[in-house]
T-cell receptor, first 112, second 114 residues
Framework: DAKTTQPNSMESNEEEPVHLPCNHS???????IHWYRQLPSQGPEYVIH???SNVNNRMASLAIAEDRKSSTLILHRATLRDAAVYYC?????????????FGKGTRLSVIA | DSGVTQTPKHLITATGQRVTLRCSPR?????VYWYQQSLDQGLQFLIH???????AKGNILERFSAQQFPDLHSELNLSSLELGDSALYFC?????????????FGEGSRLTVL
């Protein structure tokens, strides 16, 4: 699997937008970009994924660079509940049901 | 609630012992994945089963084994336990054929080896 690079930690004020960056310069054309997060004492949970176009869902938005070598997860209004470790993961599409390979992720702290 | 059920939630045992962790995937999900999370190693992929067959192996020790049963639940067997096996063990499931789709994780089984 291609590698991703994320900052170790970030901090945000409550109710402000948060932009979590991810670099994936060796991404291949068939790699999807997945974001998961892990709240304290819980299993990881899916946030969003995309291939080329920007994506929005109820949790977040995913902005993908035109060359696909980087992406940004956007939380529009951070809440205390968003404090978690966020993982950016590339997942190949050519083989069925391949596992997710987690890196160290970005630990997001939200300040009230 | 992800729909993935793991039991037991907590388990304390001694070195040298054997334990079995159980995972019930979401209804209809054919794929089951096992992950280990320790403080120093992060989330490590162990093994993947699809409809009863092993599909991929990650950093799984020879002392560990897994299987997926006809009713699609899965068990992870850990034997000859060592102190370093203390970790959170997560199970995840995903639907048939959706390689681009999401994995649904359980709440984990916390294993403490004393």
């Amino acid at each position: 699997d291609a590698k991703t690079t994320q900052p170790n930690s970030m901090e945000s004020n409550e109710e402000e937008p948060v932009h979590l960056p991810c670099n994936h310069s060796t991404i291949s054309g068939t790699d999807y970009i997945h974001w998961y997060r892990q709240l304290p004492s819980q299993g990881p949970e899916y946030v969003i994924h995309g291939l080329t176009s920007n994506v929005n869902n109820r949790m977040a938005s995913l902005a993908i660079a035109e060359d696909r070598k980087s992406s940004t997860l956007i939380l529009h209004r951070a809440t205390l509940r968003d404090a978690a470790v966020y993982y950016c993961i590339l997942r190949a599409t050519y083989s069925g049901n391949t596992p997710l390979v987690f890196g160290k992720g970005t630990r997001l702290s939200v300040i009230a | 609630d992800s729909g993935v059920t793991q039991t037991p939630k907590h388990l304390i045992t001694a070195t040298g012992q054997r334990v079995t962790l159980r995972c019930s995937p979401r209804s209809g999900d054919l794929s089951v994945y096992w992950y280990q999370q320790s403080l120093d190693q992060g989330l490590q992929f162990l093994i993947h089963y699809y409809n009863g067959e092993e599909r991929a192996k990650g950093n799984i020790l020879e002392r560990f084994s897994a299987q997926q049963f006809p009713d699609l639940h899965s068990e992870l067997n850990l034997s000859s336990l060592e102190l370093g096996d203390s970790a959170l063990y997560f199970c995840a499931s995903s639907p048939l054929g959706q390689n681009t789709g999401e994995l649904f994780f359980g709440e984990g089984s916390r294993l403490t080896v004393l």
